[in-house]
T-cell receptor, first 111, second 114 residues
Framework: KQEVTQIPAALSVPEGENLVLNCSFT??????LQWFRQDPGKGLTSLLL?????REQTSGRLNASLDKSSGRSTLYIAASQPGDSATYLC??????????FGTGTRLTVIP | SAVISQKPSRDICQRGTSLTIQCQVD?????MFWYRQQPGQSLTLIAT?????????ESGFVIDKFPISRPNLTFSTLTVSNMSPEDSSIYLC???????????FGPGTRLTVT
């Protein structure tokens, strides 16, 4: 069974720093990988989707990479802002109806 | 992309009562998914709802506790029955994009059972 791990569980950085969030998965036979943002008590907002054939995706200050062979993905956030404070979740899809979530990284950006 | 709305956004309920959560999608979709997120935890899939057939429940979830309706291709409801404090969670409705299998989520229903 696919297992998804996110390290660290929590991260606190001063405003303006660049940071990297990590996601690892145990089975490299994936269809895609998706990064989400979740604000406290709210739903999930999709940030980036990387298909299995892709190496990275970019959206504004966010860049996500995928290394299927090593079972890793990273989410890079440039020039962090207090508004980036949230929990970031990665999810790996192995097929239709098969989506496996990590436990998330809670990010705090200090003004 | 898909835009999903849920009602209610939050509720505080008494033990032993039931709550029905509504989910509306702005486009027709074959499958709708219901997730639960307990405090401090990640997401757990409760069931998959297909229009015109019974929902498919994941291990640990049963229809008597979480009955689901799917009357058409844009709407679904999840009922949390005979609630206990352990049911306090965020309940999320979700759909997947047909072309890219990108997953979309509603804003969630935050349920507290006292």
């Amino acid at each position: 069974k696919q297992e998804v791990t996110q390290i660290p569980a929590a991260l606190s950085v001063p405003e303006g720093e660049n940071l990297v969030l990590n996601c690892s998965f145990t089975d490299s036979a994936i269809y895609n990988l998706q990064w989400f943002r979740q604000d406290p008590g709210k739903g999930l907002t999709s940030l980036l989707l990387i298909q299995s054939s892709q190496r990275e995706q970019t959206s504004g200050r966010l860049n996500a990479s995928l290394d299927k062979s090593s079972g890793r993905s990273t989410l890079y956030i440039a020039a962090s802002q207090p508004g980036d404070s949230a929990t970031y979740l990665c999810a790996v899809r192995t097929g239709a109806n098969n989506l496996f979530f990590g436990t998330g990284t809670r990010l705090t950006v200090i003004p | 992309s898909a835009v999903i709305s849920q009602k209610p956004s939050r509720d505080i309920c008494q033990r032993g009562t039931s709550l029905t959560i509504q989910c509306q999608v702005d486009s027709q979709v074959t499958m709708m998914f219901w997730y639960r997120q307990q405090p401090g935890q990640s997401l757990t899939l409760i069931a998959t709802a297909n229009q015109g057939s019974e929902a498919t429940y994941e291990s640990g979830f049963v229809i008597d506790k979480f009955p689901i309706s799917r009357p058409n291709l844009t709407f679904s409801t999840l009922t949390v029955s005979n609630m206990s404090p352990e049911d306090s969670s965020i309940y999320l409705c979700s759909v997947e994009g047909t072309a890219t299998y990108e997953q979309y989520f509603g804003p969630g229903t935050r349920l507290t059972v006292t």
